[in-house]
């Protein structure tokens, strides 16, 4: 009985679990996996949930190349570290976890947390959660589908989609792991409505908690569980009337939810003094609601979901023939979809950094699964030749997505800088001429310090120039309880110069908004001026420095410490220049921000302060 789907499930769970075994990541507990793993063996081996012994992590990062910047967590004025993630994909990872420790014991590895043990734990674990999502979606789909229409849908999602590359070459991220969850949360929302058992409900409630403990963005899964039966006005009301007649269940389901998650808002209390925390730390991101990217995030060439995975269109005809053929649960689905996209649209960074296709959306495919299986239960009734058309697409579709897979293996897709031009110059192709990486998006990645090339490639314009000469207006933000201290003793140019001294130590600023900067994608700017140190910059050191703000709130700060610049010579002037690459900007109305810091006690003197821009010609 339903041999083929079994069969289906079956292969697809081998294929997937060879080629991850084969193509493993050489450190798998590192980057964005490094933090979201990092709660266990703070825990479990360090006992120091604060990371107030910084060294052992520093020393872990430096055996295991683990990440270039400790940028999982910050560090609070108290000297401790608060994790930027919360500590959903820790829960999930721990069984694993355990087991590795002990094996590394056992087998005399470092039970350090990080050695090979571990590494093979959590793959292993990236396994059970892969064949677990694999095992209850074909459950679910075959509750409303028969046999055939459940291995097609299970082959569309599996090979059709960027499920496919983000469960082989990132089986430790989110993705995989909360892809399980929903399956389950489609279960038990299933099997609750029933037979209204509690257990059901205690099941539903504990998997909905790990989804919000993993991401707080997942808090939409309470709406397949709320939703669920509702497809009219007359069906809405008897939801409301089951929901109170089962309302201590209910409670129960809500109190499971809270417990679930109760744990991150003891830890953010613990560490930081406050129940609820934005840990995330970088204020260049965010949610914006107001203004979310839904038209990128769906079309663009950079990520968008239909361009990347076009077979998700089919799911989204399904989602309109589920709302005009009334179908039971279709309220649930719909809506589930349409405020999935817009929380996933209204994160600032909406490309998710480096990923093929829409990542963040991946998850969301096992409830896709269901509309993508009523599509083609829709096809079946309909005539010979939409059958066919329909095959020939999935077929296509699927094809395009195992090539454009191996494509972003082989560095031919970018993960990040992909744009319609040179996504059209690569289309179809196994290699890349160096010529066409022009058309991608700019590097913003350096290994060193930022710097200009090309500069005849660039339009340059001089935003400022600061000469610190009295009775001369600025383009500079004085603040008003701040008095500073132009210098007749010591200048480079004109007749004064700007002391900055222990009672001084911050120079004007020169802001402008990136909008009035420039209206291309990037731009660089270079600073430069004229620097007079009168003692050793080692023990009184100073810097320019250059961020960006948004809402007063710094991001992209670069600084130029001059403490590092072996050139300098005391008791003379010096000139001193760095070049900042803007970044990807949250808001056109952020602020530029350039100054000058006395991070010393001793006088240093600052004159001719000249901002330039570069500003790309095409």
């Keep these: 009985m339903n041999k083929l789907s079994a069969g289906v499930t079956l292969v697809l769970s081998i294929i997937l679990v060879t080629l991850i075994g084969l193509n493993p990541y050489p450190n798998t507990i590192s980057w964005d996996v490094f933090g979201y793993y990092l709660y266990l063996p703070a825990v479990f081996i360090y006992q120091d949930l604060g990371l107030k012994n910084i060294e052992v992590i520093e020393n872990i990062i430096q055996t295991y190349s683990s990440t270039s910047t400790f940028y999982q967590a910050t560090r609070l004025p108290e000297g401790v570290w608060v994790f930027k993630y919360s500590m959903g994909m820790a829960v999930l990872y721990a069984p694993f976890f355990f087991i590795s420790h002990f094996l590394a014991l056992f087998l005399d590895y470092a039970a350090d947390g990080f050695s090979p043990p571990y590494q093979w734990g959590l793959i292993a674990g990236s396994f059970f959660y892969t064949l677990a999502g694999l095992y209850f979606l074909r459950k679910v789909l075959l509750k409303f589908f028969n046999d055939q229409i459940t291995a097609i849908a299970l082959i569309l999602i599996v090979v059709g989609t960027n499920y496919f590359h983000i469960v082989i070459y990132s089986s430790l991220m989110p993705h995989n792991f909360l892809f399980t969850l929903y399956t389950l949360v489609l279960w038990f929302t299933l099997k609750w409505h029933e037979t209204f058992k509690i257990k059901y409900i205690v099941l539903c409630g504990i998997v909905c908690g790990l989804c919000i403990l993993s991401r707080p963005s997942e808090i939409v899964c309470l709406l397949i569980p709320a939703l669920w039966t509702i497809n009219n006005k007359e069906s809405f009301i008897e939801k409301i009337r089951l929901l109170l007649e089962k309302k201590v269940q209910i409670l129960l389901f809500l109190l499971v939810v809270f417990t679930t998650c109760l744990p991150q808002l003891i830890y953010y209390k613990m560490i930081t003094g406050k129940f609820l ?80 296709g829409q990542r963040a959306l991946m998850q969301s495919f096992a409830v896709l699964a269901l509309p993508l299986g009523y599509f083609i239960l829709w096809l079946k009734s309909k005539q010979i030749y939409l059958k066919v058309l329909s095959s020939i697409a999935f077929g296509f579709f699927i094809l395009l997505n195992l090539f454009q897979t191996w494509q972003i293996n082989n560095y031919i897709i970018h993960s990040s800088r ?47 120039f600061i000469d610190f000469e009295k009775n001369k207006t600025y383009e500079l933000s004085y603040e008003k309880h701040r008095k500073y201290v132009l210098s007749k003793k010591q200048y480079f140019s004109g007749n004064t110069s700007l002391k900055l001294d222990s009672n001084n130590i911050f120079s004007p600023k020169y802001e402008i908004t990136y909008k009035d900067l420039t209206d291309k994608e990037y731009a660089w700017i270079r600073v430069s001026a004229m620097i007079y140190p009168t003692a050793d910059l080692k023990n009184d050191p100073a810097s320019i420095v250059i961020t960006f703000k948004h809402k007063w709130n710094n991001y992209k700060y670069a600084a130029l410490n001059f403490e590092n610049l072996p050139h300098l010579e005391l008791n003379k002037w010096n000139k001193v220049s760095f070049d900042y690459l803007t970044p990807e900007v949250r808001k056109k109305s952020d602020n530029l921000s350039v100054y000058a810091w006395n991070r010393g006690k001793k006088n240093i003197y600052i004159d001719d302060l000249k901002i330039d821009v570069f500003e790309p010609k095409n």
Excluded at 308 to 327: D, E, Q, R, V
Excluded at 421 to 441: A, I, N, P, R
Aim: charge should be neutral.
């Design 418 to 464: 992909m744009t319609f031009s040179y996504y059209l110059k690569v289309f179809g192709k196994t290699t890349v001429q160096e010529e066409d990486k022009k058309l991608l998006l700019v590097n913003r990645f350096f290994i060193g310090d930022e710097t200009v090339q090309n500069e005849d490639e660039f339009a340059k314009t001089t935003l400022g």
């Design 277 to 356: 925390y934005s840990s995330y730390g970088n204020y260049g991101e965010g949610m914006e609601f107001l203004k979310p990217y839904t038209l990128e995030v769906l079309f663009s060439f950079r990520k968008g979901w239909f361009i990347y995975t076009p077979i998700m269109l089919f799911a989204i005809i399904g989602l309109f023939m589920m709302l005009k053929n009334k179908w039971k649960h279709s309220f649930a689905i719909v809506l589930f979809t349409i405020v999935n996209v817009y929380i996933v649209s209204s994160w600032s960074c909406w490309w998710y950094a480096d990923s093929f």
